[in-house]
């Protein structure tokens, strides 16, 4: 990394990076959809749209499904209930991710979470898969503040630190992530196999993972 000696700080993203929350997700969107009448939607096809917050993901299923996007709202609305109340009942962790959180726990390296998910949503899920107390700020989408890849929660965690020796790095799983890392002025790196269809190695990321356990080298732990 660029600041020899510094303190590394770790921003994660949620979905795709650390959980696999689709099928939860999906559960919730086709719920929503049966309730406006409107055909149901395959996980792979939900994932497609995953990464920019709930509102777009609203809006991208309603334009799959041939719906008037006057229904954004209430559409919206009802999603964000079905899927708050219950988004916890198939999610998993991502392959490699407890054995690299534990390991940069034992080096003492602080973690964060950076996501476009609800707030009081990765809150609950990470308090219900024990993961809650690992982290030192978790920052999601919130009334009034821009979702990523605006820079604004990024910034949120990296002013918590009060050292000048720190070096920021964001790792996600998707384009939003790494222009979020850009906009912030941080380093970034990208995990294949997480929520994007797109080629991870294409998008401009630091530095490029197979899977999220590879960290640790990147790290030169």
């Known amino acids: 990394m660029s600041k020899k000696n510094a303190n590394k700080i770790i921003i994660f993203d949620l979905d795709g990076t650390l959980i696999h929350s689709i099928p939860d997700m999906c559960i919730a969107m086709n719920k929503t959809l049966e309730q406006f009448k409107l055909k149901s939607i395959t996980e792979e096809k939900l994932q497609e749209f995953v990464g920019e917050g709930m509102l777009k993901l609203s809006e991208n299923v309603l334009k799959f499904s041939g719906a008037n996007l006057n229904l954004i709202d209430d559409f919206f609305l009802m999603y964000r209930k079905e899927y708050s109340e219950n988004p916890y009942n198939l999610t998993t962790l ?7 959180l534990n390991h940069l726990l034992d080096k003492n390296i602080r973690i964060n979470i950076c996501t476009n998910k609800r707030q009081h949503v990765a809150e609950k899920i990470l308090k219900l898969m024990n993961l809650f107390d690992n982290f030192d700020f978790i920052v999601g989408a919130q009334e009034n503040v821009p979702l990523k890849p605006q820079r604004q929660m990024i910034d949120f965690i990296c002013n918590q630190y009060d050292s000048d ?8 799983d998707t384009k939003v ?7 912030a002025e941080i380093s970034s790196v990208i995990v294949d196999g997480g929520y994007t269809n797109e080629d991870c190695k ?7 993972l197979n899977n999220i356990y590879e960290l640790k080298s990147v790290l030169n732990l």
């Open 202 to 208: 294409s998008l401009g990321a630091d530095f490029y």
């Open 165 to 172: 020796e720190n070096e920021f790095i964001m790792v996600g």
């Open 94 to 100: 991502m392959p490699g991710v407890k054995d690299i």
């Open 177 to 183: 992530d790494i222009l979020a890392a850009k906009n």
